[in-house]
Structures are given as structure tokens and as C-alpha cells.
């Protein structure tokens, strides 16, 4: 394993996305992850598999703090009082005193930042959780998030992968020294298709997949987090760092922006509302968060 160094954190580079891993099948899932040698877990309050994540976990040979453990905070649970109650209600879940990074799932603009933020660094205080940061956060938004006071962002979770460009983000998060978090970073396996990707591959007896989280993976303050419930794609993800990309291939890859036909829906959505007037977009965030969570997983998994 690789890793990558964020103001003065070290956490592998390769971590492993459970959205959608779920149930009895789930748990075996997450055991094998934490065998071929995973030791960092994206799950979120609304995937409803932080339990499974805590057994598989408690259960493996691994000591809890050689595990990096992120969770996320669902936008209806960002008043003061509720990000104390759903953190409380996450450790339960997870079967730990302590998350290592603890995300705003997506932005609210009907809850002040601040007040979130105050909240989360009560617990950082408390020792609850270890690190703050964000997730679909377009690049005014982290600014603004920035700017709220005494607060640091340690991450900012977004899609990135070959087919969807994050420059201007990137730049941004290498200059603040922030991680950018790169999810869905297989393009929701898509990338397999592409023939570029496969062409790039064949010098290094490589699949589209493992050339695309190498190519995340050799830039800086990137990390990424492909979700894989096949043992033999959890380690083929994993196979990455026995090679290296030149320049010529990195810039071959970053030429795909937008080649391929695009699902990530919310990333699109996120970045349309945000130059919406604020009362629309409050309306339409308030909408989204008090929907049910099967209308958030119609959301989050466009297909
Ligand atoms: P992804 O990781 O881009 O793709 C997952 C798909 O790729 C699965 O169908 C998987 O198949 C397949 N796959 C994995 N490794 C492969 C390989 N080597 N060769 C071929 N296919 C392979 O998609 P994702 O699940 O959307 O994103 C990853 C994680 O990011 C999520 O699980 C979640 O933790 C996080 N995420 C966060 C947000 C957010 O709002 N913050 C949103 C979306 C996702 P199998 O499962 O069959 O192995």
C-alpha cells in the first residue's frame, strides 16, 4: 500500500467505497476487504451498513486503529443537536469511540455551516471523531466552508475519475493542502469499456480499471476509494503500485473528460443548484433531505 500525506496525517491512498454493500453478503464483503488488506472504509449514515462495517471490523484480525473508519453526516442531520445525536448514533453502529474523518454528506444551504461545523468541533474535541471534512462540495462552497472560523477542513469527497474532470478543485485542494477524496472512481465500473484506458493497460499487463486508480492515485493530495464486491476485483484494486504512468499517459487520460456518457447525475445536479437563487435552492435541498431514503438512494445511484 501506498500513502498519501495530508497535513501531517498519513492514510492509504486506495481505500475501499461501500455504497450499497449491505446485509449478511455485505458483512462477508467487508471481512474479505479487511483480508486482501483494506484499511480504509468510506460509509455514510444513509447507506445503512455502518453496523455491518463495525462487526467486520471487531471481527477481523485488525486492530480498530489500523483501520481509518469515514462516516457521513446526511443533510437532515446538520442542526447543532442532530450532528451530536446521529455521531452518537454512528460509534453505536460502528461499535468505536471514535471515527477517524467525519463528512457533511452534501451541502444545506437551510442549515448555516457554522452551526454545523461548531457542532463537529465539539466532538473533534471530545475526541469523537479525529478529522473534519466535506463531501459534494463544488469549489465556491469549500471556500465559503473554509471561511467559517475555527474551522479546518482536512477533506473534500467529490466524484473523479477519468471521464469527469476536477481541475480547478484539485489545483485549489493541492494549493490548501486538502484531500480530495475521489469516490466512484471506476466511473461505477465504466471505465472497464473504454479502449484508450484498455490500450494504456496492455504496456503494463493492466486492466481500465487499475490504469484509472493509478492515475488517481500519482497525483497529489488524491485518494481513492473504489466500491468492489467481487474478492477478485478487491484485489486487482489493490495490484496498482507496481507501475507508473507517464506523463504522456496522465495527460492521455485527463483528455477523457467527458468521453464517455456520464451518470454522475448528483455531481451535475449539485453544481446546477448552486447558481440558483438561494430560496430555490433551500426549497430543493429541503425537498431532497426530508425525502425518504429510498428517494436519496434514487438519487445517489443513478444507474
Ligand atoms: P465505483 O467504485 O466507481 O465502481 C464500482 C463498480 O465497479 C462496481 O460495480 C464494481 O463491481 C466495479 N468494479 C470494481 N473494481 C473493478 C475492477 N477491477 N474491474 C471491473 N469492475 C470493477 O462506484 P461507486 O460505488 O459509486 O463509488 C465508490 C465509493 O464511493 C462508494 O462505494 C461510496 O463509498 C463512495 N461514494 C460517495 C458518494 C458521496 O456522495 N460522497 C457518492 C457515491 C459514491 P463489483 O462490486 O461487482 O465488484
Known amino acids: 500500500m501506498r500513502y498519501v500525506n495530508v497535513r501531517s496525517e498519513e492514510l492509504p491512498v486506495l481505500g475501499f467505497g461501500t455504497w450499497k454493500i449491505k446485509g449478511?453478503?455485505?458483512?462477508?464483503?467487508?471481512?474479505?476487504?479487511l483480508d486482501v488488506g483494506y484499511r480504509l472504509f468510506d460509509t455514510a449514515q444513509i447507506y445503512g451498513n455502518e453496523d455491518i462495517l463495525g462487526e467486520a471490523v471487531r471481527e477481523s484480525n485488525v486492530r480498530?486503529?489500523?483501520?481509518?473508519?469515514?462516516?457521513?453526516?446526511?443533510?437532515?442531520?446538520?442542526?447543532?443537536?442532530?450532528v451530536k445525536e446521529a455521531v452518537r448514533s454512528s460509534l453505536?453502529?460502528?461499535?468505536?469511540?471514535?471515527?477517524?474523518?467525519?463528512l457533511i454528506h452534501y451541502p444545506n444551504s437551510n442549515v448555516p455551516l457554522y452551526e454545523t461545523f461548531h457542532a463537529m468541533q465539539e466532538l473533534k474535541e471530545s475526541g469523537s471523531i479525529?478529522?473534519?471534512?466535506?463531501s459534494n462540495f463544488t469549489l465556491s462552497l469549500l471556500k465559503q466552508a473554509e471561511g467559517v472560523r475555527n474551522t479546518h477542513i482536512f477533506?473534500?469527497?467529490?466524484p473523479y475519475h477519468p471521464f469527469l474532470p476536477q481541475e480547478r478543485l484539485l489545483d485549489y485542494c493541492q494549493q490548501q493542502?486538502?484531500?480530495?477524496?475521489?469516490?466512484?472512481?471506476?466511473?461505477?465500473?465504466?471505465?472497464?469499456?473504454?479502449?484508450?484506458?484498455?490500450?494504456?493497460?496492455?504496456?503494463?499487463?493492466?486492466?481500465?480499471?487499475?490504469?484509472s486508480l493509478r492515475w488517481l492515485t500519482q497525483q497529489e493530495n488524491v485518494l481513492a476509494i473504489p466500491k468492489a464486491s467481487a474478492?477478485?476485483?478487491?484485489?486487482?484494486?489493490?495490484?496498482?503500485?507496481?507501475?507508473?504512468?507517464?506523463?504522456?499517459?496522465?495527460?492521455?487520460?485527463?483528455?477523457l473528460a467527458g468521453?464517455?456518457?456520464?451518470?454522475?447525475?448528483?455531481?451535475?445536479?449539485?453544481?446546477?443548484?448552486?447558481?440558483?437563487?438561494?430560496?430555490?435552492?433551500?426549497?430543493?435541498?429541503?425537498?431532497?433531505?426530508?425525502?425518504?431514503?429510498?428517494?436519496?438512494?434514487?438519487?445517489?445511484?443513478?444507474?
Open 92 to 102: 453505536k453502529n460502528l461499535k468505536t469511540t471514535y471515527v477517524d474523518l467525519l
Open 130 to 134: 479525529n478529522l473534519i471534512g466535506v
Open 177 to 211: 493542502n486538502i484531500l480530495l477524496m475521489a469516490y466512484s472512481p471506476l466511473a461505477h465500473g465504466k471505465v472497464n469499456g473504454n479502449r484508450m484506458l484498455r490500450e494504456i493497460g496492455k504496456k503494463y499487463g493492466k486492466s481500465p480499471a487499475q490504469v
Open 231 to 255: 474478492k477478485a476485483h478487491q484485489v486487482e484494486n489493490l495490484e496498482i503500485f507496481d507501475f507508473q504512468l507517464t506523463e504522456k499517459e496522465r495527460q492521455i487520460i485527463a483528455s
Open 259 to 303: 468521453s464517455a456518457p456520464l451518470n454522475d447525475v448528483t455531481w451535475k445536479v449539485i453544481s446546477s443548484v448552486q447558481s440558483l437563487p438561494k430560496v430555490v435552492r433551500q426549497l430543493i435541498e429541503r425537498i431532497f433531505f426530508t425525502g425518504s431514503s429510498s428517494l436519496s438512494t434514487v438519487w445517489t445511484a443513478p444507474e
Open 24 to 33: 449478511p453478503s455485505g458483512k462477508r464483503i467487508l471481512k474479505c476487504a
Open 64 to 82: 480498530r486503529e489500523e483501520v481509518f473508519l469515514v462516516t457521513k453526516l446526511w443533510g437532515s442531520n446538520l442542526h447543532y443537536h442532530k
Open 155 to 158: 477533506a473534500n469527497q467529490v
